[in-house]
């Protein structure tokens, strides 16, 4: 989107009022009125929603703050549903019972907790099905709502409060899985992966190549949440930056099965900086834990020189 005007978007109507109970500053609640501003004037959207912070704390009924169709899932069907709701208005616009001109989107959101791990098998299916909607993974690595447990979005080495950092432990053993690349495995017309940076331009274009983008497409958006991160809520735009110039959470798509990187850090900055600002990590910063931080850099330049690889596979 070159004739991007970050003005008139920022300008829309929100679909996401104000009013809910998200906390101030989180990350989930920029991110989603971000994607749900890439929907085009006219168009109607239904919403599925897994539980989480973000449902939890949006839709308390017979309260709601969504302007668009809404529904709660329990986690295992958030991917399921849509694909339901989506094959029955595809159904209706055959019998031409709702009019030729009446546009419908079908947009889920789900955190880490809920797609990464419990709700994975319903994603999985609607994606290999290829039904036309969007799921949303708003990534904040842990199960936030019922109070910072370790999902399988953790990084390695936070601290959570079913990875306790201790005496006998540094925090989450394993790496965090890399869903984006999974769900790219499933040979979707489109997925990609994005965060709050880059004056928002890359979460809009790609949130709306999603949502026009005809098929089952995903994106994994990083969404921080200030609580169980640990840092001040005014901090969340340097993170956000932090995590792309350390190349941790890497800016890409997957457009029809080509791999494309879409952004590089002129200067790669070292994982130090990402994790220094960050309450969960502040143990890695005492003396003797050195190697813990040489372990997290090498997991990254590992991971970075793998999706290079796959970009470049594509030139
Ligand atoms: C099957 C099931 N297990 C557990 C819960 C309790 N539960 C409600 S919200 C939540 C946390 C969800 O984590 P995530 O999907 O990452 O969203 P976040 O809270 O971080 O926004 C859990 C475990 C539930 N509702 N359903
Ligand atoms: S706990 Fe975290 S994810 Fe949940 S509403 Fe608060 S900031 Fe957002
Ligand atoms: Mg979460």
Request: glycine content about 14%.
């Given at each position: 989107m070159n004739n991007l005007?970050?003005?008139?978007?920022?300008?829309?109507?929100e679909r996401l009022a104000p009013g809910h109970r998200m906390c101030a500053g989180c990350g989930a609640t920029i991110g989603v009125r971000a994607v749900l501003r890439a929907l085009h004037e006219g168009d109607y959207a239904v919403i599925g929603n897994a539980t989480g912070c973000l449902e939890v704390s949006t839709y308390m009924y017979p309260y709601t703050a969504w302007e668009d169709s809404y529904i709660h899932n329990a986690f295992e069907n958030a991917g399921a549903t849509l694909s339901g709701v989506e094959t029955a208005y595809k159904a209706l616009k055959k019998k031409g019972k709702i009019p030729e001109d009446v546009?419908?989107?079908?947009?889920?959101?789900?955190?880490?907790?809920g797609t990464y791990d419990i709700g994975f098998q319903s994603l999985s299916g609607a994606m290999e099905r290829n039904h036309d909607m969007v799921y949303v993974c708003y990534d904040n690595g842990a199960y936030m709502?019922?109070?910072?447990q370790r999902s399988s979005a953790t990084p390695m080495y936070a601290d959570t409060t079913t990875t306790p950092v201790g005496s006998q432990s540094n925090g989450k053993m394993q790496n965090r899985k890399d869903l984006a690349a999974i769900i790219a495995e499933h040979d979707v017309p489109y997925v990609a992966q994005t965060t709050l940076t880059t004056d928002f331009k890359d979460l809009h274009r790609k949130s709306e190549k999603a949502i026009y983008t005809e098929g089952a497409c995903f994106l994994n958006m990083m969404a921080p949440c200030p609580r169980g991160w640990q840092y001040d809520t005014s901090e969340i735009m340097k993170i956000c930056k932090l995590a792309v110039d350390t190349c941790y959470w890497p800016l890409f798509e997957v457009d029809h099965g080509k791999w494309i990187l879409n952004y590089e850090p002129?200067?790669?900055?070292?994982?130090?900086?990402f994790l220094r600002e960050q309450?969960?990590?502040k143990h890695l910063f005492k003396k003797g834990n050195e190697d813990l931080l040489v372990q997290f850099q090498q997991e990254v330049d590992r991971r970075w020189e793998n999706l290079l690889y796959r970009c470049a596979r594509e030139d």
């Open positions: 005007n970050l003005k008139e978007i920022m300008n829309k109507p546009n419908y989107k079908f947009i889920t959101f789900g955190g880490d907790g709502n019922t109070g910072i002129k200067k790669k900055l070292p994982i130090e900086d309450g969960r990590f």
